[in-house]
């Protein structure tokens, strides 16, 4: 019954990660107004998306326990109309114009703090999702979080992401 659990976690995981759309021309249509911002808020982590460890594509991935500390700078990319409307690995459906991420190993949902390097632009994002899966990326935004980071037009941004811990109120 254990085997079957975490394989029907697998296949969920493996077939909601979400990976970036190709660079290039993006004509949206946005019937949907982008949010100014997230406002994060203590969330208990989703029964969904978050096995100790998962494999995708030959490699192995634990993900982490908590998001308290957590903080890296590399490469993040973007997502959008091919996974629009599609479940994430939290299984909520996932919405490009709505201000949320994918990540490898943080635990999710949890809240993090994503800053352009090269414009020095940054946002709040909520963490719902695993990926990317592309080797030397660390983050993946939706359409709405790459577009306010202005990484829209190139596909990728060098970036320091710094998760938040959000307080009991």
């Not at 970036?20 to 808020?41: C, D, L, R, Y």
């Not at 978050?50 to 500390?69: A, E, W």
């Amino acid at each position: 019954m254990k085997l079957l659990s975490y394989l029907i976690i697998f296949i969920l995981i493996f077939t909601s990660g979400c990976t970036p759309i190709k660079k290039g021309k993006v004509n949206f249509i946005n019937n949907k107004k982008i949010p100014a911002k997230v406002i994060p808020k203590k969330e208990k982590y989703s029964k969904y998306g978050n096995p100790k460890t998962y494999k995708v594509f030959g490699i192995q991935y634990r993900t982490l326990k908590t998001h308290i500390g957590y903080k890296e700078k590399g490469i993040a990319s973007w997502y959008g109309k091919k996974f629009h409307g599609k479940l994430t690995s939290t299984r909520e459906v996932y919405d490009m114009y709505e201000i949320t991420a994918a990540h490898k190993t943080l635990p999710i949902p949890c809240y993090a703090k994503v800053t352009n390097m090269t414009n020095k632009r940054s946002i709040i994002v909520r963490v719902n999702d695993r990926g990317p899966f592309k080797k030397g990326r660390i983050i993946d935004l939706s359409y709405a979080a790459a577009k306010k980071l202005g990484i829209i037009k190139k596909g990728t941004a060098e970036v320091y992401v710094q998760a938040i811990n959000v307080l009991d109120n």
